[in-house]
């Protein structure tokens, strides 16, 4: 009998190198299009997955949640079961008036401004992504023709806090593109496990927009965003390809 993952719900005879991550379990519905052979795979929590072949790919898609902490249990329990690169595909707010709505960034190192990524490693030792992976990111977008930014993000735990304003400051002065919640513990975790990651964040929040208007209208499908999120899938897809045909 094949032994569970805890959480996600999956085992060993999963036969998959490559998982795309999504943060929400809906974007599943809007990544199964793409694929073929598509199969629910489980639905626990948090972590809902399917499994499918992107031009001939094998690839395992399964959300993660909010926050750095659920998505570095997805990190360890799918690194446990074999898979060995992993791109999250998530939204962000903008820090920087040239991210526009829509727009993609390709994130080439984040600010480890969470708990999770913590709780593994000093704070001194940086999260970064795999280069090769990154690489063949920004090759696919590129092909594609998509609108994105290639820089620094900001991972963090809250919206909340009292003091919004100004960290959004700091961090804008400080050159940093956006803000998303997982892509710091993504990155630590992973190159700790000696897992290949990547981070393509769709901007759905304007630079100085209202953070909560800017959500509620990116789950109600609006045009920018959503296309924005249909180029990070492509984009994550089709690295996964070029990192398959190179090995």
């Known amino acids: 009998m094949v032994k569970l993952q805890p959480h ?7 036969g998959v190198r490559y998982a795309i991550l999504p943060g929400d379990p809906a974007r599943l519905d809007r990544i199964a299009p793409f694929l073929t052979d598509v199969e629910e795979l489980a639905y626990n929590r948090e972590y809902r997955s399917l499994r499918g072949k992107y ?5 395992v898609a399964i959300s993660t949640g909010i926050g750095g902490a659920s998505c570095g249990i997805a990190v360890e329990e799918l690194h ?17 008036p040239e991210v526009k709505m829509g727009d993609l960034i390709i994130v080439n190192g984040a600010v480890r401004d969470d708990g999770a990524s913590k709780a593994y490693i000093t704070p001194v030792f940086p999260a970064v992504p795999d280069a090769t992976l990154m690489y063949h990111c920004i090759s696919a977008a590129k092909e594609q023709g998509f609108s994105f930014h290639t820089g620094i993000a900001r991972s963090h735990d809250s919206f909340y806090t009292r003091k919004e304003d100004d960290i959004y400051r ?3 002065a400080q050159g940093v593109l956006g803000s998303d919640m997982e892509t710091a513990a993504l990155f630590t975790i992973g190159h700790l496990r000696g897992v290949k990651t990547a981070s393509i964040l769709n901007n759905v929040v304007a630079f100085e927009g209202d953070t909560s208007e800017s959500i509620g209208d990116y789950v109600d499908g609006e045009s920018l965003s959503a296309l924005g999120e249909k180029h990070e899938i492509i984009t994550a897809l089709e690295a996964f390809v070029k990192l398959e045909n190179e090995t």
């Open 170 to 172: 700091f961090w804008h």
């Open 8 to 14: 996600i719900r999956l085992g060993e005879d999963l």
């Open 55 to 59: 031009k001939g790919v094998p690839v």
């Open 80 to 96: 446990n079961i074999g898979v060995e690169a992993m791109i999250r595909i998530g939204s962000c707010g903008a820090l920087q």
